[in-house]
T-cell receptor, first 115, second 112 residues
């Protein structure tokens, strides 16, 4: 069965420091992979996605993620974190069957940014 | 602002009651998805509708049902509510053939 694991429930970094949020997936075929961000009291906003092609994908707000098939990982990175990045981040694998896209989300990583 | 609207924003009700959550998708989006987000279960896919028809089912309880109307808005009906149904309920929409979903701000349901 498809699954997504985000091993870090909480991460705290200082403003200006680099960030890497981990995501591992289990999926039989080439996955569609997404990262979403959820700010407090808000819905989820798409940061970036990977479907095929270049394994390093760029997203909004200065985020990027790298797909590594050998490690079944799709880690999210940002070179310099801003205080406004404090939020919860969700990795998702999407299973496409018969024209529908079923999302399976990880449990999320809550990011705290220290001033 | 994703363009997806959900009402109400907050809902407080008692066990055993029934509630209806409403979602209006982005203009032109035919697919609507419902999710439940709770502290212990995380974000769980409930059900998807496409152009009025049920397309996929996830971890949706039998006490819950949904429908999508001709104007493409969708309603999620939750009945015989239990304390454990307290959660954030999100609706998302996507254009036909797209893998991207756009999430609404959610409805926070509290069952007392």
């Amino acid at each position: 069965a498809q699954s997504v694991t985000q091993p870090d429930i909480h991460i705290t970094v200082s403003e200006g420091a680099s960030l890497e949020l981990r995501c591992n997936y289990s999926y039989g075929a080439t996955p569609y992979l997404f990262w979403y961000v959820q700010s407090p009291g808000q819905g989820l906003q798409l940061l970036l996605k990977y479907f095929s092609g270049d394994t390093l994908v760029q997203g909004i707000k200065g985020f990027e993620a790298e797909f590594k098939r050998s490690q079944s990982s799709f880690n999210l990175r940002k070179p310099s974190v801003h205080w406004s990045d404090a939020a919860e981040y969700f990795c998702a694998v999407v299973r496409a069957t018969s024209g529908t896209y079923k999302y399976i989300f990880g449990t999320g990583t809550r990011l705290k940014v220290l001033a | 602002d994703s363009g997806v609207t959900q009402t109400p924003k907050h809902l407080i009700t008692a066990t055993g009651q029934r509630v209806t959550l409403r979602c209006s998708p982005r203009s032109g989006d035919l697919s609507v998805y419902w999710y439940q987000q709770s502290l212990d279960q995380g974000l769980q896919f409930l059900i998807q509708y496409y152009n009025g028809e049920e397309r996929a089912k996830g971890n949706i309880l039998e006490r819950f049902s949904a429908q999508q109307f001709p104007d493409l808005h969708s309603e999620l009906n939750l009945s015989s509510l239990e304390l454990g149904d307290s959660a954030l309920y999100f609706c998302a929409s996507s254009p036909s053939g797209s893998d991207e979903q756009y999430f609404g701000p959610g409805t926070r349901l509290t069952v007392t």
